[in-house]
């Protein structure tokens, strides 16, 4: 993902920023993003490869403009940039080659170990078909004892 920045020439920048977890910006007059990331998180490379999302996904929108007219479009976006995140930093593969070891661990945990925020890892266990309401339900099963 740093990678990613670096090619891009998408500078990362870090400072206070109140309620704000992170946001792109683009100085048209020097044709540059950034990527600023408030210092007090933690899961700063979900927020940086959420940003990257809406650098590949909504780069050619006005997010500001957008978040005044339509809460709906903006949660999309929001969405979708989240989903973005997760497939970058929580590839199937990896994801697989550690089912056996985190069958049993609870969304916490599981978070926690991967270094993502639960609803990465909530979307990720759904995009993997592994949460299912008769899985759920039946919690004698080898799948992931998970509530919702």
């Not at 929108?61 to 978040?67: A, D, E, K, P, V």
């Not at 989240?82 to 609870?106: C, G, H, K, R, V």
Request: charged residues 20%.
């Amino acid at each position: 993902m740093y990678t990613i920045c670096e090619q891009l020439n998408i500078s990362i920048l870090t400072h206070p920023l109140g309620n704000a977890n992170g946001f792109l910006q683009y100085y048209k007059e020097q044709d540059v993003y950034l990527i600023h990331i408030n210092n007090d998180l933690e899961e700063k490379d979900f927020i940086i490869a959420h940003e990257l999302g809406h650098y590949f996904l909504h780069k050619t929108l006005n997010t500001f403009r957008i978040s005044n007219c339509s809460t709906a479009l903006e949660d999309k976006l929001e969405h979708q940039a989240d989903i973005f995140a997760t497939e970058l930093l929580l590839t199937d593969e990896m994801f697989m080659n550690a089912y056996p070891q985190i069958q049993s661990w609870s969304l916490e945990q599981a978070a926690t170990f991967y270094k993502l925020p639960i609803t990465a890892i909530q979307y990720k266990y759904s995009q993997m078909q592994l949460l299912s309401k008769k899985r759920t339900e039946n919690r004698s099963n080898n799948y992931f004892n998970l509530a919702f």
